[in-house]
């Protein structure tokens, strides 16, 4: 069984950053990409970068340039760097590490842009 566990969201003003970090149990290398989602308030879940075991990245248009998406091996942990966040970021943020037969997602994590 595959856990994989969120941490890093909050309540940030706009223009601020934050860093989500999402770790896998077992090895990241089993996976054939790890990545990011996020449910907007009464929204559908949307992507939002993922990074695939050839470090191949797929950021969304909302927010390329904003935010970076990146890997540690070693800690089988995936980042989600996210810089001048805005209002419309306001979402539950769920990490997806996706095996070949199966996708495993984590319980997300809520991350807030007001002032």
């Known amino acids: 069984q595959v856990q994989v566990v969120e941490s890093g969201g909050g309540l940030v003003q706009p223009g601020g950053s934050l860093r989500l970090s999402c770790a896998a149990s077992g090895s990241i290398f089993t996976f054939v990409y790890m990545g990011w989602y996020r449910q907007p308030p009464s929204k559908p879940r949307e992507l939002v970068a993922i990074?695939?075991?050839?470090?191949?990245?797929n950021i969304a248009d909302s927010v390329k340039g904003r935010f970076t998406i990146s890997k540690d091996n070693a800690k089988n942990t995936v980042y989600l760097q996210m810089n001048n966040l805005k209002p419309e970021d306001t979402a539950v943020y769920y990490c997806?590490?996706?095996?070949?037969?199966?996708?495993?997602w984590g319980q997300g994590t809520q991350v807030t842009v007001s002032s």
């Open positions: 990074i695939t075991s050839a470090n191949r990245t």
């Open positions: 997806l590490a996706r095996a070949p037969q199966k996708e495993n």
